[in-house]
């Protein structure tokens, strides 16, 4: 999960370290066992980092969440090495929505949208939207922060 610029003084200077010992901790795979809520993985998530992710295929990156979303409890009973789909779904409601908006809307200017929609998340998707111009340059609709959330987030900018 990229760390919000207001956020960035609330990890420790040390965060790459404890990040990097989380993943080790669990083998570089995905330690979610559920609580992302997005129901696709029975049991432990299968993800393994720089492995293709079930589902979708893409390269995983491998992140750490923080249970309580409390960046200043670095405890490691508080963090899980989590895969960028898990981690952005367990964060949904606190701010990977704002995150996903602000990428969707990246997205529709891009004129990407329509691609992404048809590789990842046609099963989510009101069939009214895939009306709508890639280039439409109202703010994301409801039902684009699922969308996105779908998505895998590339490795550039993801803190380790
Ligand atoms: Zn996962
Ligand atoms: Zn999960």
């Known amino acids: 999960m990229p ?5 960035v003084h609330r990890y420790p200077p040390d965060w790459p370290q404890i990040s990097l010992a989380i993943k080790k901790r669990a083998g570089w795979r995905c330690e979610c066992e559920g609580e992302c809520g997005r129901g696709t993985h029975p049991g432990r ?7 293709p992710a079930y589902g979708t295929g893409s390269t995983v990156c491998l992140t750490t969440a923080h249970l309580d979303h409390t960046p200043e409890n670095c405890h490691p009973e508080n963090l899980r090495a989590m ?28 004129g990407q949208l329509t691609v992404d929609v048809g590789a990842a998340a046609t099963p989510v998707m009101p069939p009214t939207r895939r009306q709508t111009p890639p280039t439409d340059p109202t703010p ?21």
Do not use: F, K, M
């Open 3 to 7: 760390i919000r610029p207001e956020n």
């Open 45 to 51: 998530c299968p993800n393994h980092h720089g492995a």
């Open 83 to 110: 895969c960028q789909g898990c981690h952005l779904h367990y964060d949904a409601g606190h701010h990977a929505v704002t995150r996903a908006t602000t990428r969707a809307r990246a997205l529709t200017e891009a």
């Open 140 to 160: 994301a609709a409801p039902g684009t922060e699922q969308l996105l959330l779908n998505l895998p987030a590339p490795c550039e900018g993801i803190h380790p």
